[in-house]
C-alpha cells in the first residue's frame, strides 16, 4: 500500500512538472540543495508500518526507482521528473508525434533524441558538500 | 452536463506494424496498432488492403510481435501496452476476433519509465518473449504448449540491470540452442553521481546478451560489448543454418554486424549529399525478407531512403557487410516485407501504402561496405548518393491517414445538405487540406442521358445461374425502354417486353422466364418465347407489386390485392385473394428462402399509417398476423435478410434475421425486427434520412444482401465486420436504382435522377467520410475563413527546410550535373522533360532537404474551397514563421475585413528558446479576396501565438502579454494590455465584454475588459495545470479545451459568481485588485473530464446533421475524429450509464487495461459515457 502511495505521487510529478522537451532546463545545478515536501508519504503511513518501515523503504527504493527519501537534493528529485517525462513522451505515440511535428522531426528520430537526454536530463550533477 | 462520446473516424497513424500468419493458411496478414486500436489488414487479390477486423482496446499499444510455436501452422501476436500486462492474442477465423489467449501481469498501469511494456522481443523459434520497459526492467516469458497443444506461458524470469536505459531489444536467432536475447543498454548511474562531466562523456552505450537456459529456468547475462554511442536500433540477422546468426546494430551513420566472439563489421550509411554536416543519419524502420537461400535487410532512415543490407557470409562469419540505396518512400514508421512480394509501409504522417517489388535492388546503385570502409582523422569517410525515383517498388495501394490533424473546422461552405468537414493534415511536403463528406466515395462509372424523364429502372438476369444482368429496363410515364447489357449497352427490341406502356415491376421468374409487370396486366415472358398475359378486371389497375423469385403480389386500385404463385410447369397461378380496407401504399415479399417453396411473409403498407404483415402460407393464406402503426404513410418497404456473416470471411455466426425496412413519407426510415414463426414485430427504430420519402432497393455489398434508400441523399445499409451499417453516399439524388452486375463491374448500382441513366459502384466499404484532397506546400498551422467571398486562409510552416527559391536552385543544379549525365548516356531532351516531371512529384516521395534546425519557410495562402485552386499564395521572407491568424474588422471601417497574421523571426526551441523578433502583419483583401496586400508589419518582443477580433480592435497574445491594439497607418498601436498570464498564450475567445484566454500550461483564463477605465483584467481562472493543446469557446460561462496529455475537459464558471461579476459595478474588479496567491480571485469548475488517449488538436462546436444536435467534434493528432453529444434526457443517461458499467464487467478491454481506468488516465472520468463500448452492443 506505502508503494502504491509513494508511487502515486511519483507519477503525478510527471506530469505537474512535465517540461517541454523544447526547454530542458540544465540550470537545476546550480540551485541550493533543499528537501522537497514529503507530507503526503507520511499520511498514508500507518502506525503498525512504522516499525520497519526503514527497511521497507530502502525496499521500495531499490524496487521503484525515482522513489524519494529524506535526504533526497533537489537535483536528483529533478532528474527523476525529467526522466520520467521523457519515458512518458516515448512511451505516448500521439505526444511523440506531437513533439515530432512541432520539431519537424521524423518521429524515430524523436524518440532517440529523448532517449539520449535520459542520459543527463538536467545536465551535470551539482558539486557536493563535504559530506 | 452529460457527454455521449462517439468516434467518427478512427485514427490513421500506425503507431507499430507485425506481419505474419494470423488467420491460418497460406495468406499474409498485417497487423497494425494505431494506437488504441488494433487492426487486422490483408492484402487482397488485386492488391488492395483490406481491414479484416478493427478493435478498439482502451490502451495505448507501444510494440507489437508475431510469434509462431515451432510446428505450427498460425502465428500469434503479443501485445506491449500501458496496461502492465502481457497480452497474447489469437485471430479467430471463425467469430471474426481476437481471442485472448494470455494476459500476464506484470506491474502498474500507464507508461511508466520502469514499467515494461515498451519493447517487446520474440525468439525467433517462438520459445520465449522478453518484454521490456524503458529503463531497468526486462521480463522473459518462457511460451510452451501442453499436452492439447494449447499454449502455455511461464511465470516471468527477471533480467533486470537499474540505472540502464534500454534502447532496442531483440531475439537473437540461434536456432534450437537456447534463446538469447540482445539489447542495446546505457548505463547513468555514474554519471548522475559525478559534477564534472566526466562519467557523462564516457558513458558507453552496450550490446548485451541475455541467455535464457531453458534447462535451469534462468536468464543471465551471457555477454556484454562496447557499442557504438549512436546505436538505436536492433536487427535480428538470421542463425541456425540459414544464416551467421549475431545482430545488426544500426547507429548514427553506421551500420554494425555484432556476434559473441565475431570482430566487429561496420558499414557507413550513404548520405544525401544535401544533408547539412551537423545532421546525421538514423534508422528509423527496417524489415527483414528472408528466403530458404537468401536474406537481405531493408532499413529507412529519418530521411525516407531505404537501403539494402546485404551480409556476405561463409558459415557464421561474416566477411562483408553492404549497403545499398534501394529507393525513397516517405519516412515509415514500420515496415513488412511479405512473402507475396509486397511491401508495407505504415508512414508515420500521411497516408499509408503497399508496394510491390519489381526488383530486390541489384541493379546498379550506390553502395557503401566494409571492405571499402575508410577511416580517416576526422573519422570515417562517408558515402553520398542522391536520391531518385522508385526503381525497385512500385506503389499499387495506399490507406488514407489524416495523421497528424493540425486544425479542423466544420462548415457548410458548399451548401449540401450536411456540413462538411475542413481538416487541416499532414507534414512538410506531404500536408493537404482535406475536405471530409460524411458518406461513402461512389466510384461513376457511367452517365448517359435518355429520352424524357425516366421514373424507374431495373435489372434482369435472363437465367437464375447466369452471373451477370441481362437487360437494364427504364419505364417512363408511357413507355418501357429496354437496353441490353454486353460489351456496349444499347437498346434492343426483341426482349419480349411490352414498350407501348410503363411498368410497374421487371424482374425475373422462376429459373429463366422473364416478367414485365404494368398497370394493365402482368406479361410472363417464358423462355422460349412464349408470351402469357394476364389482364386485369374490369377497369381496375396495378398499382403496386411485389415479387420475388416464385410469388408475385400485386395490389390493384381500390386495395384488393391478389396472390400468385409459379406452379410446377412453370405457370403463373392465381392462388388467393384479399381485400384491403384501403389503397395499398407499397408492398413487398422477402426473397425465397434457400431450400423452400416460398417465402411466408408479404408486408403491407397502407395510406392509414399502418403496416400489416400477412401470411403466404397455403393454411392461413392472407391472413394478418401483425399491425405496425407508423407516424407518416409508408412509401416504400423492403423486408431484408441480415445475416451477420456465415463464419467466413469476416464476422460472427449469427443466424439470420429479417428486417422490415419502411421509408415513411416523412421520410423517416422505419426498421422492426420479424419474427421468423410467428410474424409478429419487434424492437423498432427509426432513423431521419432526409427531407424525401426514401424508397428501398434491394442490393449486394460483398455477397450479402443490403439496402439502398433514396431520400433526399441515397444511403447504403449493408453489413461490415459483422455490424450492420447505414451510410449516406456521396452522391446526388436518386430516383430509382436497381443493382447492376456486368462483367465490367461486378457489384454495382444503376440508378435515374433527372433525364439520366446513371452506373456507379460503391468505394471504400466501412468508411465513415470520403475526402477530397487539396495539396499543401509545408506543414499547416491555422486555417480561418475569409467571411464574404468564402475563401479559406491557411498559414503554413516548416522548420528546418530551405525557402522555394532554395530548393529550386538546387533542384536546378542537381538536374544540370543529371543533365551532363544524360549528355553522355545521348539520351534525348525528351527524357530531360520527363525526368522534371517526375521531379515535381518527388517532394512528396522524398520531403523536402534538410536544412539547419534555425531555418524557417512559411507561407499563406488563400485558397478556394470549391475548385480547390490557390488564388494567392506569399511566402514569407527572411526566416519568418506564421503561427497565428485571424480576421479583424477594426472599427474605423476603411478597409473592411482585413487579415492579421502572427509571425516569429529566427525561432529555435534549443538550446534555449530564443527568437529575432515577432510581427504582426496586417493585410488587406484585394481582388474580391482573391489576394492579399501587405498593409504593414509591427514588431513586438515575443510570439504573437493567438490573436482575436475584440470590440472592432485586436486582440494579441504575445508569450505572457495579453494586449489589445488598433489600427494606425504604420503600425498598430498598443491600446491596453496585461502582462499577468503564467507562461505563454495560445488561444484568445471573446464573446461579448468577455475574453477567455487560454495559457499554454495554465489551462483557461476568464479576462473582462473595461472600456471606461481601459483595462483588462483576470476575473477567474482555473485551478489545474492544463497543458493547452486545443480550446472551443461553449457559452457564456463554459470553455472547452484539450490538454497535450490526451484529455478533453469542458470547465464553467459557475452561475452565482457570472451574475456576480456581471451584477458588480466594477465587474469584480476591486477583487482583482486585492490578488490571491497570484492567482485569480474566482475559479472555474471542471464540468467534464475524458481521456481520450490521443492529443488532440482541435475542438469545434458543430452539428453535423441537419436537425440534429450541436455537439463537440475533436480531430486529433493520429488522425481521428471524434464527437461527443450531449443527452437530452436523464433516462438516456441512466441507461448508458448503466450500460456501460455491464459493459466494463462482461467485455473487459482486449489488452488487459481497465477501461475506468484507461479513462481516468490524468483525472478521474467525469459524467462521459463511452462510445465503441457499446457500438459493440449496437446490433
Redesign the interface.
Known amino acids: 500500500m506505502v508503494a502504491a502511495a509513494v508511487?502515486s505521487v511519483m507519477?503525478m510529478g510527471i506530469?505537474?512538472h512535465?517540461h517541454s522537451s523544447?526547454?530542458p532546463s540544465p540550470a537545476y545545478?546550480n540551485l541550493p540543495l533543499r528537501r522537497p515536501a514529503r507530507t503526503e508519504r507520511k499520511m498514508d503511513l500507518k502506525a503498525s508500518d512504522r516499525f520497519n518501515i526503514n527497511s521497507q523503504l530502502e525496499h521500495l527504493q531499490?524496487k521503484?526507482?525515482?522513489t524519494g527519501h529524506a535526504d533526497l537534493s533537489r537535483f536528483?528529485w529533478a532528474?527523476n521528473i525529467q526522466?520520467?517525462s521523457?519515458?512518458?513522451y516515448?512511451?505516448?505515440?500521439?505526444?511523440l508525434?506531437?513533439f515530432?511535428?512541432?520539431?519537424?522531426?521524423?518521429?524515430?528520430?524523436e524518440r532517440?533524441n529523448f532517449?539520449q537526454k535520459?542520459?543527463?536530463p538536467c545536465g551535470?550533477?551539482?558539486?557536493?558538500d563535504e559530506d | 452536463m452529460y457527454l455521449y462520446s462517439l468516434t467518427l473516424q478512427r485514427a490513421g497513424g500506425v503507431v507499430c506494424a507485425t506481419n505474419g500468419n494470423f488467420v491460418g493458411g497460406k495468406t499474409q496478414e498485417i497487423v497494425v496498432a494505431r494506437g488504441k486500436t488494433l487492426d487486422l489488414l490483408r492484402p487482397d487479390d488485386a492488391g488492395k488492403l483490406q481491414t479484416l477486423l478493427s478493435v478498439e482496446v482502451f490502451g495505448a499499444i507501444r510494440s507489437l510481435s508475431q510469434f509462431r510455436l515451432t510446428g505450427s501452422q498460425k502465428d500469434y501476436v503479443v501485445v506491449g501496452s500501458d496496461s502492465g500486462r502481457l497480452v497474447i492474442l489469437e485471430y479467430s477465423r471463425e467469430r471474426n476476433l481476437f481471442h485472448k489467449v494470455h494476459q500476464e501481469t506484470f506491474g502498474k498501469s500507464g507508461c511508466r519509465r520502469i514499467v515494461p511494456g515498451q519493447f517487446l522481443a520474440v525468439d525467433p523459434k517462438g520459445r520465449a518473449v522478453m518484454v521490456t520497459a524503458c529503463e531497468k526492467q526486462k521480463l522473459v516469458y518462457v511460451l510452451n504448449r501442453d499436452a492439447a497443444a494449447r499454449l502455455t506461458i511461464s511465470s516471468p524470469l527477471e533480467a533486470h540491470k537499474s540505472h540502464t536505459i534500454t534502447y532496442s531489444v531483440v531475439g537473437v536467432d540461434c536456432g534450437f540452442d537456447n534463446p538469447v536475447f540482445a539489447a542495446i543498454e546505457l548505463d547513468y548511474s555514474e554519471a548522475d553521481l559525478d559534477p564534472t562531466g566526466q562519467a557523462a562523456a564516457e558513458a558507453q552505450k552496450h550490446l548485451t546478451f541475455y541467455e535464457l537456459d531453458l534447462g535451469l529456468n534462468h536468464v543471465s547475462r551471457k555477454w556484454s560489448e562496447p557499442v557504438d554511442n549512436g546505436a538505436n536500433l536492433l536487427v535480428i540477422v538470421p542463425g541456425g543454418g540459414d544464416g551467421p546468426s549475431g545482430v545488426l546494430v544500426c547507429a548514427e551513420n553506421f551500420v554494425i554486424y555484432k556476434n559473441q566472439g565475431h570482430p566487429d563489421v561496420r558499414a557507413v550509411i550513404p548520405r544525401r549529399a544535401d544533408l547539412p554536416a551537423e545532421r546525421g543519419v538514423l534508422v528509423v524502420s527496417a524489415a527483414t525478407h528472408r528466403q530458404k537461400s537468401m536474406f537481405f535487410f531493408l532499413l529507412q532512415t529519418e530521411y525516407g531512403d531505404i537501403f539494402k543490407v546485404t551480409l556476405e557470409h561463409e558459415g557464421d562469419r561474416v566477411a562483408e557487410l553492404k549497403i545499398k540505396y534501394f529507393d525513397t518512400i516517405p519516412v515509415t514508421c514500420s515496415m513488412c516485407v511479405l512473402k507475396t512480394g509486397f511491401l508495407f509501409a505504415a508512414s508515420e504522417f500521411g497516408n499509408h501504402a503497399l508496394y510491390q517489388f519489381q526488383a530486390i535492388g541489384e541493379a546498379e546503385d550506390v553502395e557503401a561496405s566494409s571492405a571499402t570502409l575508410m577511416e580517416t582523422e576526422e573519422g570515417f569517410q562517408p558515402v553520398f548518393f542522391q536520391p531518385r525515383g522508385l526503381k525497385n517498388l512500385v506503389r499499387i495501394d495506399q490507406i488514407e491517414s489524416l495523421m497528424p490533424i493540425m486544425d479542423m473546422r466544420v462548415m457548410n461552405l458548399f451548401e449540401e445538405e450536411t456540413p462538411q468537414v475542413f481538416t487541416l493534415c499532414g507534414r512538410g511536403p506531404r500536408s493537404s487540406l482535406r475536405i471530409l463528406r460524411p458518406g461513402l466515395a461512389i466510384n461513376e462509372m457511367a452517365v448517359s442521358q435518355l429520352p424524357g424523364t425516366p421514373s424507374a429502372v431495373w435489372t434482369v438476369k435472363k437465367n437464375v445461374n447466369d452471373e451477370f444482368d441481362a437487360y437494364i429496363v427504364v419505364s417512363f410515364v408511357n413507355a418501357t425502354l429496354v437496353l441490353s447489357i454486353g460489351e456496349t449497352i444499347e437498346e434492343v427490341s426483341d426482349s419480349g417486353f411490352l414498350d407501348t406502356t410503363p411498368s410497374l415491376s421487371v424482374s425475373l421468374l422462376g429459373d429463366d422466364s422473364l416478367m414485365q409487370v404494368h398497370p394493365n396486366g402482368i406479361r410472363h415472358i417464358r423462355e422460349d418465347g412464349r408470351i402469357n398475359e394476364w389482364k386485369t378486371p374490369g377497369k381496375k389497375t396495378i398499382v403496386k407489386v411485389g415479387s420475388n423469385r416464385l410469388q408475385v403480389v400485386i395490389a390493384l386500385s381500390g386495395g384488393e390485392l391478389i396472390y400468385f404463385e409459379m406452379d410446377m410447369t412453370g405457370q403463373l397461378m392465381e392462388v388467393e385473394k384479399h381485400e384491403m380496407p384501403g389503397d395499398v401504399a407499397c408492398l413487398d415479399i422477402a426473397p425465397v428462402p434457400e431450400g423452400r417453396q416460398r417465402s411466408r411473409f408479404l408486408a403491407v403498407g397502407s395510406y392509414d399509417n399502418t403496416i400489416r404483415i400477412l401470411s403466404l402460407d397455403p393454411d392461413d393464406c392472407m391472413q394478418i398476423l401483425s399491425v405496425q402503426s407508423v407516424s407518416s404513410p409508408p412509401e416504400s418497404l423492403l423486408l431484408l435478410e441480415v445475416q451477420a456473416s456465415t463464419g467466413g470471411e469476416d464476422g460472427a455466426d449469427h443466424p439470420a434475421s429479417v428486417f422490415l425496412n419502411a421509408g415513411l413519407q416523412n421520410g423517416v426510415l422505419f426498421r422492426t425486427v420479424v419474427d421468423m414463426v410467428t410474424g409478429q414485430l419487434s424492437d423498432t427504430r427509426s432513423r431521419f434520412l432526409g427531407l424525401r420519402a426514401p424508397k428501398l432497393f434491394s442490393a449486394t455489398v460483398r455477397g450479402r444482401q443490403a439496402m439502398l434508400c433514396l431520400s433526399s441523399r441515397p444511403w447504403l445499409g449493408y453489413i461490415h465486420q459483422g455490424h450492420f451499417l447505414l451510410t449516406p453516399l456521396s452522391y446526388e439524388t436518386l430516383e430509382y436504382a436497381a443493382s447492376f452486375s456486368s462483367d465490367q463491374c461486378a457489384e454495382g448500382v444503376v440508378a435515374v435522377a433527372g433525364e439520366a441513366l446513371r452506373i456507379f459502384t460503391i468505394e471504400r466499404l466501412g468508411e465513415t467520410f470520403n475526402e477530397t484532397v487539396v495539396p499543401l506546400r509545408y506543414t499547416p498551422r491555422k486555417f480561418v475563413l475569409q467571411p464574404k467571398r468564402k475563401h479559406l486562409v491557411i498559414i503554413e510552416s516548416d522548420q528546418g527546410a530551405f525557402t522555394a527559391e532554395e530548393r529550386e536552385a538546387a533542384r536546378k543544379e542537381c538536374l544540370e550535373a543529371a543533365g551532363m549525365g544524360e549528355n553522355g548516356n545521348a539520351m534525348e531532351n525528351g527524357g530531360g522533360d520527363e525526368e522534371e516531371k517526375e521531379d515535381a512529384l518527388s517532394d512528396e516521395q522524398y520531403g523536402y532537404p534538410k536544412a539547419e534546425s534555425d531555418k524557417w519557410v512559411s507561407c499563406i495562402r488563400i485558397l478556394d474551397p470549391r475548385t480547390g485552386n490557390t488564388t494567392c499564395l506569399l511566402e514569407l521572407q527572411e526566416n519568418e514563421a506564421a503561427f497565428s491568424l485571424c480576421t479583424v474588422n477594426f472599427h474605423d471601417k476603411e478597409y473592411g475585413t482585413l487579415l492579421a497574421v502572427g509571425t516569429a523571426k529566427g525561432l529555435q526551441f534549443w538550446p534555449k528558446r530564443s527568437l529575432a523578433a515577432g510581427f504582426i502583419h496586417i493585410y488587406r483583401f484585394v481582388e474580391e479576396g482573391k489576394s492579399l496586400e501587405l498593409l504593414h508589419k509591427t514588431q513586438v518582443e515575443g510570439v504573437p501565438l493567438a490573436l482575436c477580433q475584440f470590440q472592432g480592435r485586436l486582440l494579441a497574445g504575445i508569450g505572457s502579454v495579453l494586449r489589445l491594439y488598433d489600427l494606425g497607418k504604420r503600425r498598430l498601436l498598443r491600446k491596453c494590455e496585461n502582462k499577468l498570464f503564467p507562461n505563454s498564450i495560445v488561444s484568445i475567445h471573446t464573446y461579448r465584454d468577455r475574453i477567455y484566454v487560454g495559457d499554454i500550461q495554465e489551462s483557461f483564463h476568464y479576462c473582462k475588459y473595461r472600456r471606461d477605465e481601459n483595462q483588462l483584467y483576470i476575473f477567474a481562472d482555473d485551478s489545474v495545470p492544463r497543458w493547452l493543446t486545443a480550446s472551443h469557446h461553449i457559452d457564456f460561462d463554459t470553455m472547452a479545451g484539450a490538454d497535450k496529455f490526451g484529455n478533453v475537459y469542458f470547465v464553467r464558471l459557475s452561475q452565482d459568481v457570472s451574475d456576480e461579476i456581471e451584477e458588480d459595478p466594477t465587474g469584480g474588479k476591486i477583487k482583482w485588485e486585492q490578488g490571491k496567491l497570484n492567482g485569480a480571485p474566482n475559479k472555474v469548475e471542471e464540468i467534464v473530464q475524458f481521456h481520450v488517449g490521443d492529443v488532440v488538436t482541435c475542438l469545434q462546436k458543430a452539428s453535423l446533421i441537419p436537425g440534429g444536435g450541436e455537439c463537440v467534434i475533436y480531430g486529433t493528432v493520429m488522425g481521428s475524429l471524434g464527437a461527443l453529444l450531449p443527452f437530452a434526457s436523464r433516462e438516456d443517461v441512466d441507461f448508458f450509464s448503466h450500460l456501460e458499467m455491464h459493459m466494463r464487467q462482461e467485455h473487459p478491454p482486449l489488452c488487459g487495461r481497465d477501461h475506468m481506468a484507461f479513462r481516468s488516465a490524468y483525472f478521474p472520468v467525469k459524467v462521459t459515457f463511452q462510445d465503441s463500448y457499446s457500438l459493440l452492443v449496437h446490433f
Open positions: 508511487l507519477g506530469f505537474n512535465g523544447k526547454s545545478a531499490a521503484y526507482v525515482g536528483e532528474v526522466r520520467d521523457y519515458a512518458s516515448i512511451g505516448h505515440y500521439p505526444i508525434a506531437y515530432a511535428v512541432a520539431e519537424n522531426e521524423s518521429i524515430g528520430r532517440y532517449m535520459m542520459l543527463l551535470l550533477p551539482p558539486e557536493r
